[in-house]
């Protein structure tokens, strides 16, 4: 098999799922055989294996405590009941991305089912139902709203730019300066 002077672009992909564990056992050998062939395989390998290590050597981070308290605050004070549910709802998807997952496949299930097979039924609601419908609408809409702003905030401030970003920045400056030395 001939290496040309430019690695691929899938090569490369072999690479990082090595480099990270992420490919199979028959595919890891082949890249480290590669790499003990191949120079510039072995210095990208080696690179991508240090990204990995600072990639998984990241903590999860949890909800401040801070922001837990001040939604519970905010949630005792209106109707105890709904809001309480609604607050549980949100502190398991905030915390289990499974149960995240699981409730938005619900959901889209759930919403296609009853698109798919409605059957219209004529049922009259007074007007103090649809108002207190429409308030107990927008007073979960408010608190959603204000989770998502300050989770937003959170990802792109804190760990995007801080435990994403300067870890990558830091490996492709040193891949970068291989290059340039090599």
Same mark, same amino acid.
Request: glycine share 2%; proline share 2%.
């Given at each position: 098999?001939?290496? $040309?002077?430019?690695?691929? #672009?899938?090569?490369?992909?072999?690479?990082?799922?090595?480099?990270?564990? *992420?490919?199979? +056992?028959?595919?890891?050998?082949?890249?480290?055989?590669?790499?003990?062939?191949?120079?510039?395989?072995? !210095?990208?390998?080696?690179?991508?294996?240090?990204?990995?290590?600072?990639?998984?050597?990241?903590? $999860?981070? !949890?909800?401040?405590?801070?922001?837990?308290?001040?939604?519970?605050?905010?949630?005792?004070?209106?109707?105890?009941?709904?809001?309480? +549910?609604?607050?549980?709802?949100?502190?398991?998807?905030?915390?289990?991305?499974?149960?995240?997952?699981?409730?938005?496949?619900?959901?889209?299930?759930?919403? +296609?089912?009853?698109?798919?097979? =409605? !059957?219209?039924?004529?049922?009259?609601?007074?007007?103090?139902?649809?108002?207190?419908?429409?308030? $107990?609408?927008?007073?979960?809409?408010?608190?959603?709203?204000?989770?998502?702003?300050?989770?937003?905030?959170?990802?792109?401030?804190?760990?995007?730019?801080?435990?994403?970003? #300067?870890?990558?920045?830091?490996?492709?400056?040193?891949? =970068? *300066?291989?290059? !340039?030395?090599?």
């Amino acid at each position: 098999m001939k290496y $040309q002077s430019k690695i691929n #672009e899938a090569l490369l992909n072999r690479i990082i799922s090595a480099a990270y564990s *992420d490919a199979g +056992l028959i595919e890891k050998i082949k890249i480290y055989f590669l790499a003990a062939r191949n120079k510039r395989v072995k !210095k990208l390998l080696e690179e991508y294996k240090i990204t990995a290590r600072a990639v998984h050597s990241l903590e $999860q981070e !949890k909800c401040p405590d801070t922001i837990l308290k001040s939604i519970k605050n905010e949630l005792s004070t209106k109707e105890n009941k709904i809001i309480t +549910l609604v607050s549980d709802f949100l502190y398991s998807v905030l915390y289990r991305p499974a149960i995240s997952a699981l409730a938005a496949v619900l959901f889209i299930s759930t919403l +296609l089912f009853f698109v798919l097979f =409605n !059957k219209t039924v004529n049922k009259q609601y007074s007007d103090a139902q649809v108002q207190l419908a429409e308030k $107990q609408v927008k007073r979960s809409l408010v608190l959603v709203n204000k989770i998502f702003e300050r989770t937003t905030f959170k990802l792109e401030n804190d760990i995007l730019k801080k435990q994403v970003a #300067e870890p990558v920045n830091k490996g492709i400056s040193t891949i =970068n *300066d291989l290059f !340039k030395g090599g």
